[in-house]
């Protein structure tokens, strides 16, 4: 349903009626039709001088609408724009708190230099406002005064110092905001706020909270050292010698490294856990950056099921979701796997999703049980066999990297990707063969058959990626066997069709051709030195392969390719030095990796967009990104005293008033006593209040002294009592025998 407003200016911009701005302010129907014309791009700059006049309107709606238009217009118009600051700084004395927080928010919003100083001191008196909403503005105004003039910094310092300790949170959420804008530096204004702040955030509105995560993972960072303490662990056997007292000769064997938090980190991290249950996912994502780089694993792991249930969100949550997911399971594969579930690949899902969730499939796989593990390669097996190229391509790719992480599943995986050697689809066939051919080089003697089942496939393979793949097996594999290996046999097959080949499979068949020979020479040579019999014909270029190997130099000097051509020389070139050939050729080749391709995004910071933008891009990252500073080096982090509150003990979050009788001491009982033998007259003038303190603590001293003594007399009595009753029958004997040895002595 419209409404007349916009019926209204709907009308007057179609048939193009002059409109007198006083009039449209004053019309309860047509007051927004400046701003829309304002924001529509249309000219609304000539009736400043008439909608500035309204800026004393006693109407609060009409005196919000002039100052979003002074606002818009007060860069062009600042001279105009000046004359109206008289009245809104008499709006900052207004009774209504509403009307005062507005003003000083539009006194900062006017970019006009000359009033920076103005600016400040509408803050100043906004920061001791009895409204909080008027602080929260003064807060907010701070940013948009230093952007407007820097030299402001230290008086802005002042004010963001007070409003750090305001007891509402959204004005510390506020402070905390520009705080991080303008001196994110100045960590030794947090100290004394510190643990009220940890208080308050769970109340903050979520820009508040991001803010106040951010700041402090910084200050951790700054004045928290990671300490580390090393758990001794010794054998069953150890411990049972020093039960029965026998020192053992073997020493106890180092344990793990347990970190040692301290106890104002550890009630940050407590602090924040509430924040897990967020309906901001920024907020969760900005809770397990906390963990993960200032935290344990234990808290990374509390994350963990949060950051999973933003996959449940739209689209595009749940790919910024998994960006960080991959992450935080790149460090901590382990805590993922009972999620499983949530990663698997629906129908619905975009490219960059279902990229991502692979990925994390694959991670997740080695740390899994059974029973997940046959379900991580029942789907990708499903994918592999799709029509989705790219899909296809990454789920054949996965099923190599779970094959790496997890040797015992390496059979398996490789069944299933023999079983696609054969598909009519070239691009499943291709990535097939070369994640087949990762698998073969991690272990080559268990593989010969692999190779020789490739070799007989040769045939139906059609894509040149798969049978330049096959061909580079069959060479890597030339030297075992001696004469009966198939690399001849497959070489002379080739040989046949080799004006028909592709040219990356012609530059392995040149290659193949190149090993054979060189492996017959190599044989030939060592058959000479041992001086055995030789089967070979006396002249060593009547051989078959050498016979194969110029017939392949004489259909590559005919070829088309300048490439090909080049390397057949190079090949030539170096066999005529059988040696520097066989370390060319025949040098054993490194196992590849395939590491995940989220690899490139390790280090970044969780929540920024370097992490999502600057995947396969630099080091650093993008513009502007700034990692998390090292952390502080234990004795120089600052004293822990720094961070106590008036009032509160070092017990945290238990305060307890403090009755003013402790502190000074009853002036009455001390002026009764006596100190270092002078009476209270003399002392009691010079005293100070920690001589009263100390006064106070004796004092106590003592009185816990008596009472011990008292109880110890009293048990001592008792004692005597009983034996007294015991021995009342010899009391005379005994009294009278120690008078007569008192009288004979």
Request: proline share 5%.
């Amino acid at each position: 349903m419209f409404s007349m407003d916009f019926a209204v200016s709907s009308l007057y911009a179609s048939i193009g009626v002059p409109v007198d701005p006083s009039t449209l302010l004053h019309a309860p129907t047509d007051r927004t039709l400046l701003v829309q014309m304002m924001y529509r791009q249309q000219k609304t700059l000539p009736f400043f001088s008439s909608v500035v006049k309204n800026v004393a309107s006693a109407n609060l709606e009409i005196k919000k609408l002039v100052y979003i238009y002074l606002i818009h217009h007060a860069e062009q118009e600042p001279d105009m724009a000046l004359l109206s600051i008289n009245t809104i700084q008499k709006s900052l004395s207004d009774s209504n708190s509403q009307v005062r927080a507005l003003a000083l928010r539009t006194m900062s919003g006017i970019r006009v230099p000359v009033i920076s100083q103005i600016v400040s001191l509408a803050i100043k008196k906004g920061v001791v406002d009895m409204s909080p909403h008027v602080r929260k503005a003064a807060a907010l105004s701070i940013p948009k005064c230093y952007r407007l003039e820097p030299t402001t910094l230290p008086q802005l310092i002042e004010y963001l110092t007070t409003l750090l300790g305001d007891k509402q949170y959204f004005v510390a959420g506020a402070a905390v905001s520009a705080f991080m804008e303008i001196c994110p530096d100045r960590i030794d204004l947090i100290h004394k706020h510190y643990r009220g702040l940890i208080k308050k955030i769970v109340d903050m509105d979520e820009w508040s909270q991001l803010a106040m995560l951010r700041m402090m993972t910084i200050y951790a960072r700054k004045c928290f050292p990671r300490r580390t303490r090393s758990i001794k662990l010794k054998d069953k056997s150890a411990s049972l010698d020093d039960f029965y007292g026998e020192e053992s000769s073997e020493p106890a064997s180092e344990g793990e490294q347990v970190v040692i938090l301290d106890p104002d980190l550890v009630l940050l991290l407590n602090g924040i856990k509430p924040l897990l249950q967020s309906r901001n996912s920024g907020v969760v994502v900005a809770v397990a950056r906390c963990y993960t780089d200032i935290g344990t694993p234990e808290y990374t792991k509390a994350a963990v099921g949060p950051l999973v249930a933003l996959l449940r969100g739209a689209q595009d949550i749940q790919q910024i979701a998994l960006y960080n997911i991959v992450s935080v399971c790149l460090a901590h594969p382990e805590s993922f796997v009972r999620y499983a579930s949530h990663f698997l690949v629906r129908a619905t899902d975009t490219a960059p999703v279902w990229e991502l969730k692979l990925e994390v499939l694959a991670l997740i796989f080695p740390h899994s049980p059974l029973h997940t593990k046959s379900l991580v390669l029942n789907e990708l097996e499903h994918f592999s066999r799709g029509t989705n190229k790219s899909l296809v391509r990454e789920a054949v790719r996965a099923i190599g990297r779970c094959a790496q992480a997890d040797p015992t599943t390496a059979p398996r995986c490789m069944r299933l990707l023999l079983g696609q050697i054969t598909s009519l689809d070239g691009t499943l066939a291709a990535e097939s063969l070369t994640v087949i051919r990762h698998l073969i080089q991690q272990d080559p003697q268990a593989h010969v058959g692999t190779v020789v089942r490739l070799a007989k496939n040769l045939d139906s393979a059609t894509d040149p990626q798969a049978r330049a793949t096959i061909i580079w097996l069959v060479g890597e594999f030339a030297s075992l066997n001696g004469e009966d290996n198939i690399a001849a046999d497959v070489l002379r097959i080739l040989v046949k069709e080799f004006a028909d080949e592709s040219e990356i499979a012609k530059r392995q068949i040149v290659l193949l051709a190149a090993k054979v020979y060189l492996h017959h020479v190599n044989r030939t040579t060592e058959a000479q030195k041992l001086g055995e019999d030789q089967e070979f014909p006396p002249n060593l270029e009547d051989h078959p392969i050498a016979r194969l190997w110029n017939y392949i130099l004489q259909l590559v000097r005919y070829d088309i390719s300048y490439d090909l051509r080049d390397r057949t020389r190079l090949y030539k070139a170096l066999l005529s030095v059988p040696q520097l050939a066989t370390l060319m050729l025949l040098a054993p080749k490194p196992a590849p990796q395939a590491p995940s391709p989220s690899e490139t995004r390790k280090g970044f910071l969780l929540g920024s967009s370097a992490l999502v933008l600057a995947g396969g891009g630099g080091v650093h990252g993008l513009r502007g990104y700034e990692p998390l500073p090292d952390w502080v080096e234990e004795g120089r982090e600052p004293n822990p005293k720094l961070r106590a509150q008036e009032g509160v003990e070092n017990e945290y979050g238990e305060k307890r008033a403090i009755p003013a009788a402790r502190i000074l001491g009853d002036t009455s009982r001390a002026g009764q006593g006596t100190s270092n033998g002078l009476s209270a007259s003399a002392g009691t003038g010079a005293k100070t209040l920690d001589d009263w303190l100390a006064e106070d603590e004796e004092e106590e001293e003592e009185e816990e002294g008596e009472e011990e003594v008292e109880e110890e007399e009293e048990s001592e009595e008792e004692s005597e009592e009983e034996e007294e009753e015991e021995s009342s029958e010899y009391e005379t004997d005994e009294g009278n025998a120690e008078l007569e040895g008192f009288l004979n002595g």
